[in-house]
């Protein structure tokens, strides 16, 4: 069995405290993996994120899918698009106040189209079995 050195065995001591005693261990304050700023709505009040996973699921929430005409947040790509199209689309507006079917339903599967907001909350409570709540435009 190889000898050790004063200093080795000094090393495997230390280490050997350190084991027997955590509580003196340095304590490591847990900061923020990921600070969001990100538009429109962590800019003025950055969000502090503890993981990549948060951060992603945050991501997709809050940034991914943002009308740039009002900065509204939507949960998904085909809901930002119906509300673009609905909301700010110069076209779609003329075209509905001619009475043609332009509201689209909310499912991105379904390609029905509604006259009137009413018609396609009733779709969606009766065709995709949506809650009878009030729904956001």
Known sequence: ?????????????????????????PKIEKLPYIVCDQPPTCCDNPTPLYSLAAYEAHYRQFHAAVCMACDKAFPSAHLLIL???????????????????????????????????????????????????????
């Open 1 to 25: 069995m190889p000898k050790r050195t004063r200093n080795e065995t000094d090393e495997l001591g230390d280490e050997h405290q350190q084991q027997q005693h955590p509580a003196q261990a």
């Open 83 to 137: 509300h673009v199209c609905e909301q700010h689309d110069p076209i779609t507006a003329l075209r509905r106040d001619r009475g043609e079917a332009m509201l689209g339903c909310f499912v991105e599967t379904c390609e029905e189209k509604f006259q009137t907001e009413e018609l396609r909350k009733t779709h969606l409570i009766q065709v995709h079995g949506y809650p009878e709540v009030s729904f956001p435009r």
